[in-house]
Structures are given as structure tokens and as C-alpha cells.
């Protein structure tokens, strides 16, 4: 008898294990990476799409700010987690480029994520501190020309799109502007603010902000169009420099071998929030266009980038000292 019982007892265990393997993803917390400090976009962009998966899917997608040497920490911490989806990472083109600037990351791009969905893109904006005497960026460059050594791009990160289109910049206009290198968006505002550096480009959700508060100054947008927020303030390639276009994009990754459903849900309910009125409303105002993009197509277009990347670093012999 007591053997029966124990036997019982195991398949009851093993039932239970089974039934709460089986449980509908996500029944609990799931945790978004974001790899910089709170303040600048990817940290704005993280917070709107967590915000609605946690809606649809009925749990509380947290996100959780762990910045450091250029993203990689909390890239890091999201290429070691269990592939469950209870770890995530919301992460913008610097993902692409790094790999190229770094010479020691702790993970490979293509073995040790998950490619989810491409969340979308933004301009960047080239802003300056009021008290720079320059009313645009053809006049920023002249500027920079004259007084080598005195005028100072500041970049979010290594292999950010902030910090290759201000390298892209000086090397097609072949001006000599310096970039410091910070550890997110929001210590290179706070510094370009400051008065400790000259200009920032950046995306514009975290750059429009201070320039409507008049505490900098737009100098040129870098994408084809001008904006419809800032229709006084031209494009990089009216000012000068022919062609020039980037854009800043975002992407959702989870760890490597993360379950097939898990991806499949989780490009839904992103491809759902994109098309809702609220979130539309809320990224149209930051001029930010959503994509959903689907999985093997998101890895194609970060391989494609990855490439892309890997030519203007080696045209304009961008480095990292």
C-alpha cells in the first residue's frame, strides 16, 4: 500500500510539473533590458512597447535600466539568461555596430540572440548648445574648421547611430570635429546643456524635447524629408553634404534558442501595439515609424545593417581610442 501511495504521489508531482510547464506564456514578470541609463530613446521606446505587451499579454513586462560599456552589459546579461522569454532586450543600432568598434564583447550578435522583431526608426538630430554661434550645421562645420580642437560632438555610445553619423559627418565634410563617447544619451544631453561639449545627434524622442525648452538649438535633421516638427530646420544633405540620410532603429531580442511560440506571440502583440491608435498617436509625436517586422526578416535586415556599418567604418577609419 504504501508503495502504491508513493507511487501516486510521483505521478501527481509529475502531473503538477507537467500542467505548470504547460501554463499559456507569459504567467509571470517578464523583464526588459534596457542596456543605457533611463533618459534617452531606447529607454523611451522599451517603456511604450512594454507597456502594451504587458496589457495584451495580462502580466507586468518591468523594464530595467543596466547601462555600461556601450550597451554590452545588459546585452550581456540577456545572452545569459534562461530562453524562456522572461528576459528580454530592447537595444537600437549601436546592436549592429559594436561588434565592429569593441574588441572583447562578451557575446556573438548572431549566436546568442534571438531575433524577435524590428520595433522601428527615428531620425536623428543634430542640436547644439545655444551659445554655439551657429544657426545650422553648414554654418556648425565652418565653425569647427576655423577653431580646431575647440568644438566637440558628444555620442551615446561606441557604434551608436549617434556617434557614426557624427563620424560620417566629419569625414564626408572633412572637418575635424572630436566625439566624446558617453555611456547613454541622457550624460551627453546633460553635458551638451552644459556647455562641456558643442553639439549632439541624437534621436530625435530624446533630443526634440530640450530643443522646445530652449536649452539647445537644432541645427540640421538627418533623414531625406524635413520634419514636420521642426519644418524650419533642414536636412544634413540640404546642408551640404548630398545624400546623407541615417536613421536610428530598435529591436527586440530575446536569448539564443528561444522557443518558437514564444517569438510568435511576442511579434504579435508587438505588430498589434504598432497598428493601436494610442501607441501610433504616441510614436507619431516622436516621429518615430513602427515596423513589426517579422522574425527572419528583422535577422536578415541587422545582418544587411551589420554590413552596411562595416563599410563606413572603414571609409571614414572610425576607432575607438
Not at 139 to 151: N, S
Amino acid at each position: 500500500m504504501k508503495a502504491l501511495l508513493r507511487y501516486l504521489a510521483g505521478m501527481l508531482a509529475c502531473a503538477a510539473a507537467m500542467a505548470a510547464g504547460a501554463q499559456s506564456y507569459p504567467h509571470r514578470p517578464v523583464r526588459v533590458i534596457v542596456p543605457y541609463p533611463p533618459g534617452g530613446t531606447v529607454d523611451a521606446v522599451a517603456r511604450v512597447f512594454a507597456d502594451s505587451l504587458g496589457q495584451q499579454l495580462g502580466q507586468t513586462f518591468v523594464v530595467e535600466n543596466r547601462a555600461g560599456a556601450s550597451g554590452s552589459i545588459g546585452s550581456e546579461a540577456v545572452a545569459r539568461a534562461p530562453a524562456d522569454g522572461y528576459t528580454l532586450l530592447v537595444n537600437a543600432s549601436t546592436f549592429a555596430a559594436s561588434p565592429l568598434l569593441l574588441k572583447s564583447l562578451p557575446y556573438d550578435i548572431n549566436k546568442d540572440f534571438t531575433p524577435i522583431t524590428n520595433l522601428g526608426e527615428v531620425p536623428l538630430l543634430v542640436t547644439a548648445n545655444p551659445a554655439v554661434p551657429a544657426r545650422n550645421l553648414r554654418e556648425f562645420i565652418d565653425l569647427a574648421r576655423q577653431q580646431p580642437g575647440k568644438h566637440f560632438f558628444g555620442a551615446s555610445a561606441a557604434g551608436s547611430a549617434s556617434h557614426l553619423a557624427e563620424a560620417a559627418i566629419s569625414y564626408e565634410a572633412k572637418a575635424d570635429v572630436p566625439i566624446v563617447l558617453y555611456k547613454g544619451t541622457g550624460p551627453a544631453l546633460t553635458d551638451l546643456m552644459g556647455g562641456h561639449i558643442s553639439a549632439v545627434i541624437d534621436a530625435v524622442p530624446s533630443s526634440l524635447p530640450p530643443v522646445k525648452a530652449g536649452r539647445t538649438k537644432a541645427l540640421a535633421v538627418t533623414s531625406a524629408q524635413r520634419l514636420p516638427a521642426l519644418p524650419e530646420v533642414p536636412t544634413v544633405a540640404e546642408s551640404g553634404l548630398q545624400g546623407f540620410e541615417m536613421v536610428s532603429w530598435y529591436g527586440l531580442w530575446g536569448p539564443a534558442g528561444l522557443p518558437a511560440d514564444v517569438v510568435g506571440k511576442l511579434h504579435e502583440a508587438v505588430r498589434k501595439a504598432i497598428d493601436s491608435p494610442r501607441v501610433k498617436q504616441v510614436l507619431s509625436e516622436q516621429s518615430f515609424v513602427g515596423k513589426g517586422t517579422a522574425p527572419e526578416a528583422f535577422a536578415a535586415y541587422v545582418r544587411a545593417e551589420h554590413a552596411k556599418y562595416a563599410k563606413l567604418i572603414k571609409a571614414a577609419n572610425i576607432t575607438i581610442e
